[in-house]
């Protein structure tokens, strides 16, 4: 969804300027749903964060987000340093299973020994976003989602030991596809960021 959001609108109105007239239709599903569609090949290629897939395909990352740990002024106090394991005590706001941002967190989380048990999931960041604002906990978001809330200083980044998130996003295409010339090029305009 934020490369859908912050990456592909420009990128396929580049192509269409170079390509004008020809076809591309856009799905935008969790990673998961991406690989399995560019695995069974009914799909050219697929744009996704997060950890590489395992399977036949050529992967390139073409980009990468950092993620912050957020919270409401007034929440936790002024340059509060949380160890992991206070952070997982937290009331925790977080995206839901499978998407990119909370499989990050999570496995840098269990890679430390520790799990997090969120008092809200939700499929849809403005929630999560509105839920900290409102001080109900903290939330993980990309910095991408969140500029206008942190320059406002509606939100405030809270530092966690052994916490520092970052998602790689990567352009996916299977081992075996052909390359036609308009795909070499709209790969080409997604690599050259």
């Not at 399995?36 to 996704?48: M, N, Q, T």
Request: glycine letters at 8%.
């Amino acid at each position: 969804m934020t490369i859908a959001a912050f990456y592909l609108p420009g990128i396929l109105r580049s192509f269409e300027a170079s390509w004008p007239g020809l076809p591309v239709t856009v799905e935008v599903v969790p990673a998961a749903a991406a690989v399995e569609v560019l695995r069974c090949g009914k799909a050219d290629f697929a744009l996704i964060e997060g950890a590489v897939p395992q399977g036949p395909f050529v992967c390139e990352a073409f980009d990468s987000y950092k993620m912050h740990i957020l919270c409401a002024p007034g929440y936790l106090p002024v340059d509060k340093m949380l160890s992991m394991e206070e952070f997982c005590g937290e009331r925790l706001l977080l995206r839901e299973k499978g998407s990119a941002i909370r499989d990050t967190l999570d496995s840098t989380l269990y890679l430390a020994g520790y799990t997090a048990y969120p008092s809200w999931t939700s499929v849809n960041s403005t929630a999560l976003i509105k839920a900290a604002e409102a001080g109900l906990g903290l939330t993980v978001l990309p910095d991408l989602l969140v500029g206008n809330e942190l320059r406002e200083e509606r939100l405030l980044t809270v530092q966690a030991e052994g916490l520092e998130l970052k998602n790689e996003l990567l352009v996916i295409r299977h081992r075996e596809k052909h390359m036609t010339a308009p795909l070499r090029s709209l790969l080409g305009l997604i690599t050259l960021r």
